[in-house]
């Protein structure tokens, strides 16, 4: 073993000559061997070499005081959370257990009372603010130490650095700057360019726009004010690719809450305290009514959340919200505010029946940590360009995204608004439905069935039957077909010269 003095920054292999570090109440952090900075734990700053046991009124005290020494606990003021120093951040997950488990030892015929009392009176000893976790977003904890996002700078876990978020993967520079040069070989390289080559074409925006979506997690703070959205039906590939981002960030550092309980859910919100990234795959499409907590969220801003039975607080959650859907939920607010705060990304290829389907790819790309580990040092690049910037390289006007979104959302609406104009003459219900699949299938979407169609399209248009061409027929008044205009390769030819 291995052992260093936080304050003095001594290093040695014996613990006992930290002795004097120890009696001037110095944290001392245990390591495996000098290379590996993986922390084993911290070792207790008294020295105490007999086991204690306290049996008088000043039992809690004594009790509180002792775990203190043994180990470094802190409370958020906000929510009464115990956390635990794990020698690379701080956690809720043992805190309380460990304190009742310790006090059993400590007091002689110890009760539910006396392990309660010393649990409290840590707390009571212990308040942090909640803003001090995860303050500097430039500070980003790894397996394998603290890293600075802005310069690089790789250094030592410290229980000085208060955070609650530990990525599980390691930073190593990259041995080139060129993301192909790097990534070529992984199989998340070949996944990810695969699922944008649809047709022979590959979609190189969309997949820069991925790779710096992936990216945006590693920073602690909002940029561009953006969410994301992924669009697509079918084996496409996008719910692998929200797994992989969540095994690259941890199970722990990533909230599952759909936009909806977002928007409406003061008690589900809390959940995205100390998170990285909110991810919810398969949207359902209830009808987004407020949209208010969504644009406070990316836009850094704070917003009212509640722990059941617990005074409500204000939050500035960092987390990047990440969705997907096959079809987007209708939505009321329809303006500017809302639709500028997506990027929405396609994933049109289907990979049911596809000889270049991977089986298990997803299982593959989790578990490989070599992998996921080059792949996090690349992406840190990518962080590091995106947190000087402000901008993601490629992104629509929030008119373009209005558009989209709408159409997917409600196509019939879309298709009696943008494909239907008025006209003293009629159509037959046949050649309506025959019109309205080619614009779905034209714009890859799977037509209703004609009773369907016809039931949805009679809340636009008058319906009935009549005398025409010759016969009775069922019919839409008034109508014409507003058909998409057509570029001829003449055209193209003169706008290129």
């Known amino acids: 073993m291995h052992y260093q003095c936080t304050s003095c920054d001594i290093k040695d292999t014996s613990l006992d000559d930290f002795e004097e570090c120890r009696q001037n109440g110095h944290d001392i952090l245990e390591f495996l061997d000098a290379e590996d900075h993986s922390i084993v734990k911290p070792i207790s ?293 809302f639709f500028r705060r997506w990027i929405i990304i396609k994933w049109d290829r289907n990979f049911e029946n596809d000889p270049e389907r991977i089986e298990y790819l997803r299982e593959k790309l989790a578990s490989n940590l070599e992998e996921k580990n080059l792949v996090f040092s690349y992406l840190v690049n990518i962080a590091n360009r995106l947190n000087k910037v402000g901008k993601f390289t490629h992104s629509k006007d929030w008119k373009t995204i209005q558009k989209e979104w709408n159409a997917n959302a409600d196509p019939i609406d879309d298709f009696a608004t943008n494909y239907i104009i008025d006209s003293e003459h009629h159509k037959t219900k046949r050649e309506t439905y025959q019109f309205y699949k080619e614009v779905m299938l034209s714009k890859g979407e799977t037509p209703l069935g004609i009773g369907q169609f016809s039931k949805a399209f009679s809340e636009y248009r008058d319906e009935g039957r009549d005398h025409f061409d010759n016969k009775t027929q069922r019919l839409w008044y008034n109508i014409d077909f507003k058909r998409p205009q057509q570029t001829t390769l003449k055209e193209v030819d003169d706008i290129k010269s």
């Open 45 to 337: 700053s008294k020295i105490n070499n007999k086991k204690a046991s306290f049996d008088d009124k000043d039992k809690i005290d004594d009790a509180a005081k002792e775990l203190q020494n043994k180990y470094k606990f802190v409370t958020l003021r906000k929510t009464g959370e115990i956390l635990l120093y794990t020698g690379k951040i701080y956690d809720n997950l043992q805190a309380e257990s460990i304190i009742k488990e310790e006090t059993e030892k400590l007091i002689p015929n110890c009760t539910t009372y006396h392990r309660n009392e010393v649990v409290n009176k840590i707390k009571a000893q212990t308040g942090v603010n909640l803003d001090a976790f995860d303050a500097d977003p430039n500070l980003i904890t790894l397996e394998n130490g603290i890293l600075n996002l802005d310069t690089l700078e790789l250094k030592l876990h410290t229980p000085e650095h208060h955070s609650r978020v530990l990525l599980p993967v390691e930073y190593h520079k990259p041995k080139s700057d060129d993301i192909e040069e790097n990534l070529k070989d992984t199989l998340f390289w070949k996944f990810l360019k695969s699922s944008f080559t649809v047709n022979g074409k590959f979609r190189k925006d969309d997949f820069e726009t991925t790779l710096e979506i992936i990216a945006s997690p590693i920073i602690k703070h909002h940029v561009d004010e953006k969410s994301f959205m992924f669009l697509g039906q079918g084996e496409n590939g996008k719910s692998v690719c929200l797994s992989y981002v969540e095994s690259l960030l941890g199970k722990n550092n990533v909230s599952n809450i759909t936009l909806q309980d977002i928007s409406d859910d003061k008690f589900m919100r809390a959940n995205l305290v100390g998170k990285s990234a909110n991810i919810f795959s398969d949207l359902e499409q209830n009808e987004l009514k407020h949209t208010g907590k969504i644009k406070a969220i990316t836009s850094g801003e704070g917003i009212e959340v509640q722990k059941k039975h617990q005074q409500g607080f204000t939050l500035y959650p960092f987390c990047k919200l990440f969705f997907s859907c096959n079809r987007f939920p209708k939505v009321y607010d329809q303006t500017q505010g």
